[in-house]
Structure formats: C-alpha cells, structure tokens
C-alpha cells in the first residue's frame, strides 16, 4: 500500500476518492455532479469544523435531500466510504475521521463552482419545477392514502364496536334467560310431589 503523500494527501485514499468522482462524473449530468461535489464537500467540512459536535457525523438515509444530492449515486456512496464513513441502520455514520482532510482537498481540487451557463439554469429549473411537481403529486398520493386509511380504521373500529355491543347484548339476554329459568325452577320445585291425602292417608287420624 503508498503511504507516500502528494500535497498533504495520502496516494492510496486520494486515488480511490479520485476516481470515484471520476465515475461520478460520467456517469451522471453536469448540474447533478457539481451539486453531489458541493454537498459531499460540505458535510466533510462540517465535520472537521466542528470536530465535537456529534450531529455532522451522522446522515440518516432517508434524508430526501441527501438522497437526491448524494445518495442515489454509488459513485458518491463509494465516494464517502472511502472517506470513512459507513452505513448502519438508516445512518451514514463517520467512522474513521483520519481520511477527511483527504476527502477535503480532493473535493476542492475539483474546484466545484456554481453553474453560470443560462441554458445549464434552464435546465437546472425544469428539473426543480419537475422535481416540485413531483413532490405535489405524491404529496396528493400520501394525502389520498392517509384518508382511505382514516375511513378504513374508522369502519374497522366502527365494525368491533358494534360485535362488543352484541356480544354485551347476547350476555345480558343470557344471563336474564338464566335468571327466569332459575326462578321458574324454584317456583315449580316440589309440584310434582304427592301429598298424603292423594295416596289415602289420614294424618288425623290414629295409626293401628
């Protein structure tokens, strides 16, 4: 492995990062490579400018502008794993913070600048006003979803109340049922004895 520096930066780590940027740029748009750069230089910078606060160091994955600006490019993924940082649960966590100052000064050799051609804004505006009408239209999606949602727990909790208060019904009719029968059965108990007097005795009279 080199372990010979060039400008303060490390041959084996800058070539990696390198030609991850490299791939990057070919493999996507100009507007798309210049945003990944300025944000990927960003969030290394933010680590080594704040070297104690825990927040820069960790990116959940599910941050939407993270994926659009970074994430959805294996390039940039490479790109900050070769950097030191690693993927655990929903998290892109710093792990090793020894190959940021590397990542810092390749970045910034590729001098990322803001796009001044009126044609690259144009196009850069038709894909925010197509990313805004994205978001609208499954914005409008969630909105429809969580309201059929709604009605469906509505109906459900609609439905359990209703066998809850037949099955309370069916006690209560049970139990009165349970009641009446109870009663009937004291009330008749002994009906169907014979007295004395129906098989020939007479009590008053003496015995022998």
Not at 62 to 69: A, D, I, L, M
Not at 174 to 188: M, P
Not at 189 to 197: A, E, N
């Amino acid at each position: 492995m080199a372990t010979c520096t060039q400008n303060g930066i490390d041959d084996g780590v800058s070539d990696a990062l390198i030609v991850c940027l490299d791939l990057l740029q070919k493999n996507c748009s100009h507007e798309q490579y210049m945003t990944a750069l300025s944000t990927l230089l960003k969030i290394c910078r933010n680590v080594l400018d704040n070297p104690t606060e825990e927040k820069y160091k960790s990116v959940k994955i599910n941050n939407k502008s993270f994926v659009e600006k970074v994430w959805q490019f294996s390039e940039a993924q490479q790109f900050l794993i070769a950097a030191g940082w690693s993927e655990v649960d929903g998290l892109v966590i710093l792990c090793e913070d020894k190959y940021l100052q590397s990542a810092v000064r390749v970045l910034e050799a590729k001098n990322p600048e803001p796009i001044q051609s009126n044609t690259r804004d144009k196009t850069q505006k038709r894909h925010l006003e197509a990313g805004t009408e994205d978001d609208q239209a499954k914005q409008h999606l969630l909105d429809e979803n969580k309201k059929k949602y709604m009605e469906e727990c509505k109906r459900v909790l609609k439905e359990k109340k209703r066998i809850s208060d037949k099955i309370k019904a069916d006690r209560q009719e049970t139990s009165s049922r349970v009641t009446k029968n109870a009663r009937a059965t004291n009330l008749n108990f002994g009906s169907g004895l014979k007295r004395f007097d129906d098989i020939g005795i007479n009590l008053n009279q003496g015995g022998g």
